[in-house]
């Protein structure tokens, strides 16, 4: 589909382009490492939300019209994301009163009713049925990773952050290398946007063009996130003309509880598939079809293999604890 976004985008909607849905198997884990509430208690408010109804703000409002194909694409996905023959818009009240039931559940259950149990058989057996390729052994089989940070310094303080095999960390840490160099606070306005978005759309260059073989990507992170390339990247960003850009939003959070223990996480579905399985209110995402995510083409993924991401959610320390 032609997406309704700046000069359009092309992306590849359908079951066939939804990859296995890890998500909830992480924040189980994280949870089980560190955290004090269980998963009945953390869905709580997303259950409530879901169930009695929130206003759509201005960001997914926007989101909304600008995939409002992709949401219409089947009836039980027009049934959860459009009122009448539009979708919803800014400001008015939404509802998923079966996503409500199926977290509720979830929390209940633990996340292997979503990965072995009914959940499981009902997602697998609709996305084969519409084409896709989920098997029942996908979902069982997947495993939550716990990975070491990507860590990187800044003025002063470290970073951390989503290191390979994704890409988003990595990128995140090259731009910030490039423009540690520079006073951004007393940088001239038109230097100050120059600098940062010459860093920005070399990164995001480098980042679609070298992160394309996972089992190299540490080494092209080491790479580029290295002094002696950024020192060729700030040549490039005032040797000729940049360009600012920018991009709307997608879901990100970040917390800190009393006892000092932060939280950053950054989730996205992309454009979305346009498949919501019945019955659960569950829309897949369509990471299959994004071709900034799985850059070596449609299905060319070994079984087991596991996408890039360009999620980059970061924490910084002064070495202080803080």
């Not at 382009?17 to 955290?35: D, F, K, Y």
């Not at 977290?103 to 499981?120: F, P, R, S, W």
């Not at 470290?158 to 423009?179: D, H, K």
């Amino acid at each position: 589909m032609i997406l309704k976004y700046g000069a359009g985008v092309k992306s590849i909607v359908g079951a066939a382009s939804c990859a296995v849905p890890g998500s909830l198997r992480g924040w189980e884990t994280l949870l089980s490492r560190h955290g004090k509430l269980g998963l009945r208690e953390t869905l709580a408010p997303a259950v409530r939300l879901a169930r009695e109804g929130f206003l759509l703000c201005k960001t997914s409002g926007m989101w909304f019209e600008v995939a409002a194909e992709v949401l219409e694409l089947t009836e039980e996905t027009r049934k959860n994301f459009y009122t009448g023959d539009r979708v919803y818009v800014t400001g008015e009240e939404v509802r998923f009163p079966e996503l409500a039931d199926t977290l509720e559940a979830v929390g209940e259950a633990g996340a292997d009713l979503l990965y072995e149990g009914e959940l499981a058989r009902r997602l697998s057996s609709y996305i084969l049925g519409m084409g896709g390729i989920i098997t029942e052994e996908d979902l069982a089989t997947y495993e939550a990773v716990v990975r070491e940070p990507l860590s990187f310094a800044y003025h002063g303080r470290t970073g951390y952050t989503n290191g390979p095999p994704s890409a988003g960390g990595a990128t995140l840490a090259q731009i910030l290398r490039v423009v540690s160099a520079y006073d951004l606070a007393n940088l001239p306005e038109a230097e100050h946007a120059l600098a940062l978005s010459g860093a920005m759309k070399y990164a995001l260059e480098d980042r679609d063009r070298a992160y394309t073989e996972l089992a190299e990507n540490a080494r092209v992170a080491e790479k580029l996130t290295g002094e002696e390339y950024a020192e060729s990247q700030r040549a490039r960003i005032f040797g000729a003309a940049g360009s600012a850009f920018g991009h709307p939003y997608t879901t990100h959070l970040s917390c800190v509880d009393e006892s000092g223990l932060a939280v950053s996480i950054t989730a996205s579905m992309g454009y979305g598939s346009g498949i919501v399985i019945p019955g659960t209110g569950i829309p897949m995402g369509n990471t299959l079809g994004e071709p900034e995510l799985n850059p070596k083409g449609f299905h060319a993924l070994r079984p087991g293999e596991r996408l890039i991401s360009s999620m980059s959610p970061t924490i910084f320390s002064d070495g202080e604890g803080t």
